[in-house]
Structures are given as C-alpha cells and as structure tokens.
C-alpha cells in the first residue's frame, strides 16, 4: 500500500541556517504530495501542495519539488527563523485533498 | 480563514466509559468530515470519513461499533469512544472539508486519556 517515510527528528537548528526535511513516498499510480505544518497549539495546516512530477510547491519562503525518479517530496528553506518552530508532516493522496497518508512528522526548533 | 473547532481538548476518564469527541466548522459547511488517530511518533492514521446525512466509512482494522461517528449537520461531526479501555488512549484528530476539491481543514485534537 502506499505510504510515507519522513526523516526522524528532532531537527535542531540556528536562526537564518538552511533547512531540509527528507521525505519519501511508496505508491502506486501519480499521487498528490503536501506538507502540512502543525505550530505549537495549534492544527494542521497546509504548507504546500504539487500535483505531478517535477511541480514545485512553495509557500511563506518553504519549497518542495516532486520527484518521481527519487519517489521523494523534500521541504526547504534558505533561511529559517525562529517562529518556523512546528512539526511538518509529509503527506499523499490519490484523492485530490481526500485520504491523506502522512508520514510521523518531523519537529523543528529553531533558536536565536 | 476556515476555522474547525473540536472539543474537548483533554480529557481524562475512567475505563469502562464513553467518551465524545465533538468537531464543528465554525464559518463553512463541511460535507465532509476526517477523524485520524495519532499515537506518540507515529503517523496521523486515518479511521472514518463521514459524510452529513450518512454512515461513515470506516478504514480497516478501525471498530464501527467502538468508534461511533456521527454526522447530523453540515458543521458537526462526532466521535463517540465506547467502552473506552487504556489501549484507547491517544489523540484524536479530526478535519472537515467543503469540497473534494479544497484541503481539509484541521481540528487542534483531542488527548483521551483512559484509566
């Protein structure tokens, strides 16, 4: 069945340094790939989205390119800041924004 | 923006108890609702997907009978644990959508704690 294998975390990190949260994905068929951010206190909320190879999802200065030769949907950031503090979850879907299988998420803390 | 509210936010109970979980679309109306399950480190596992006016449909492995779900309204969801036992324990997610077509909009969980 499909499924999504995401990097284990805690990533710990400074203040402007670069970001990258693995994630790969088993499916079969073309699903759809999201990253969903999870802020302290707070539910899930979309981050970005791509729909077929080699879309580029990016959203408040995070980037994701769909890879189907790598079967992977890594997150990046140039520079991250202390308020992007939150866990990221890897997700697909072979139904539009329906039957999201997630990945166990990734946390981030981000210090001064 | 689309605003899912979901109640209680903890709650702690004695085995043997029912327990209900509520979701509401506060400013749009969700056809459809999502209730996920989460234990520590692990995924967001999917259990239902409820539609207003009929049965959810439940994921494998996830017991109809011990999660009861309920969608009256076009902005309430609920899921009712029976029977609750500490195997129960976990958080509850849940998330509703207007359309196939808009992302699902997410609750900020329920910790159910059995004792």
């Known amino acids: 069945g499909n499924s999504v294998t995401q990097m284990e975390g805690p990533v710990t990190l400074s203040e402007e340094a670069f970001l990258t949260i693995n994630c790969t994905y088993t499916?079969?068929?073309?699903?759809?790939l999201f990253w969903y951010v999870q802020y302290p206190g707070e539910g899930l909320q979309l981050l970005l989205k791509?729909?077929?190879?080699?879309d580029k999802g990016s959203n408040k200065g995070f980037e994701a390119t769909y890879r189907k030769e790598t079967t992977s949907f890594h997150l990046e950031k140039g520079s991250v800041q202390v308020s992007d503090s939150a866990v990221y979850f890897c997700?697909?879907?072979?139904?539009?924004?329906?039957?999201?299988?997630f990945g166990a998420g990734t946390r981030l803390a981000v210090h001064p | 923006g689309a605003v899912v509210s979901q109640h209680p936010s903890w709650v702690i109970c004695k085995s043997g108890t029912s327990v209900k979980i509520e979701c509401r679309s506060l400013?749009?109306?969700?056809?459809?609702m999502f209730w996920y399950r989460q234990f520590p480190k692990q995924s967001l596992m999917l259990m239902a997907t409820?539609?207003?006016?009929?049965?959810?449909?439940?994921e494998q492995g996830v017991e109809k009978d011990k999660f009861l779900i309920n969608h009256a309204s076009l902005t309430l969801s609920t899921l009712t644990v029976t029977s609750a036992h500490p195997e129960d324990s976990s958080f509850y997610i849940c998330?509703?959508?207007?359309?196939?077509?808009?992302?699902?909009?997410f609750g900020d969980g329920t910790r159910l704690s059995i004792l």
């Open positions: 400013d749009f109306q969700a056809t459809t």
């Open positions: 791509a729909t077929k190879a080699d």
């Open positions: 997700a697909l879907s072979d139904h539009g924004y329906n039957k999201l299988i």
């Open positions: 499916a079969t068929g073309y699903p759809s």
């Open positions: 998330s509703a959508t207007g359309t196939d077509d808009q992302p699902q909009h």
């Open positions: 409820s539609n207003e006016g009929s049965k959810a449909t439940y």
